[in-house]
């Protein structure tokens, strides 16, 4: 796992009302069983666009998906071929498509490192925050085609459409994530794979625990406050179920430093990222748990400068669509060599340790 800090304030944010969206429903076919619904899809939206309307402030806390984008650019580019056409799935700001226009850490003289991909499809729910940065200049330097989604969880594209699909801290708020996995598995073609990253875990348990253990103090009980997060154990069978081959998944934290809990909490809250459970307690945490939750985290978890560490547990999934030419791993049994008879050759060499008996 690797660790990368970083200490970030912002000033309050405005608070704009807004309306409420109209959403159509369609009949569908899920894939799966039918879900209860954990988290709200019309709250969840609301607070992105009251986020990206305040650009100053949402710009001022990209720095979180603006690192998970490129530690997934990265992975892309580990693939040896050319993407003609891409989806970035929840695109958010569009933070993929910006990293694809700046060169890669490891080799900058090979120039951008969207250089092999032909179009992306930045594809998100939020208008406000897929439109925030249109006008800046990286979007002229990729092949850049934006589309609002009426909805997270039903991706409206044809069989066999794109030639990898990347999805970067989104997909922590899907309702049916089994069902999103395998229309992501339906729009790829054949050998095509899915990259992704979601948040998931432990994210941060500082922050978590801190508020359980306040409210448990002044309330004496626990109210939701955080929203639930896949378990790392659980992400290899939910891309096996839908389909997916060649499976990888891996885990990364990123551990940000705060100078307390309210500054870390304006900045999920100027993410968009703040609880939107539909059993979550309405209105604001009150004032004495919120002072309480304070003095918790210093105790429990401060750093000794007096900052406060939040951890971000990033869950990443490589899974490929199948091919009928697709490589295969070998049964059982078909190695060149014994395994064991190698280990008791090389005990054999020590005088005799390790020799089996």
């Known amino acids: ?52 309307r305040d650009v100053e ?5 990209d720095y979180l998906r603006d690192e998970v984008a490129s530690r997934l650019c990265e992975r892309l580019l580990d693939i040896n071929r050319q993407f003609p056409h891409v989806l970035d799935l929840g695109a958010n700001a ?18 951008p490192r969207g250089k092999r991909i032909g179009q992306l499809t930045a594809a998100d729910s939020s208008e406000t925050l ?21 909805t997270s969880e039903i991706l409206p594209y044809e ?18 994530l089994p069902s999103v996995l395998a229309q992501a598995n339906n729009i790829l073609k054949p050998d095509a794979p899915f990259i992704g990253v979601m948040m998931g875990g432990d994210s941060l348990y500082e922050l978590r625990t801190s508020l359980q253990l306040a409210e448990l103090d002044r309330r004496g ?3 939701t406050h955080t929203s639930p997060l896949a378990d790392v154990r659980d992400v290899g069978g939910l891309l096996q179920k839908a389909g997916f081959n060649l499976l990888t ?14 500054a870390l909490m304006k900045d999920l809250q100027a993410m968009g990222e703040s609880n939107a459970v539909v059993s979550r307690e309405k209105g604001a945490i009150q004032r004495d748990v919120l002072l309480a939750a304070e003095g918790i985290y210093r105790e429990l978890h401060g750093n000794e400068d007096g900052s406060l560490p939040a951890t971000f547990r990033l869950i990443y999934m490589i899974g490929w669509k199948h091919s009928p030419t697709q490589a295969k791993p070998l049964e059982r049994g078909t190695g060149m060599f014994s395994i064991k008879d190698y280990l008791e050759k090389d005990g054999k060499k020590g005088d005799g340790e390790g020799e089996s008996k």
């Open 1 to 52: 796992m690797n660790a990368f800090s970083i200490r970030a304030f912002i000033p309050p944010i405005a608070r704009r009302a807004l309306p409420l969206r109209a959403t159509r429903r369609y009949a569908v076919q899920s894939p799966g069983a039918p879900t209860i619904e954990i988290f709200s899809q019309q709250h969840k939206w609301m607070q992105k666009e009251r986020a990206a």
């Open 57 to 61: 402030a949402s710009r001022s806390v």
């Open 94 to 111: 569009c933070n993929i498509a910006h990293q694809l226009t700046l060169p890669s850490e490891d080799s900058p003289e090979n120039g």
């Open 130 to 150: 897929l439109y925030r940065d249109a006008h800046l200049p990286f979007n002229n330097e990729i092949n850049i085609k934006r589309e609002v989604l009426p």
């Open 159 to 176: 069989a066999n459409t794109f030639d990898a699909v990347l999805s970067s801290l989104s997909m922590h708020w899907i309702n049916d």
């Open 221 to 223: 009980g626990v109210a």
């Open 249 to 262: 998944v891996d885990v990364d934290d990123i551990v940000v430093d705060f100078p307390d809990t309210f």
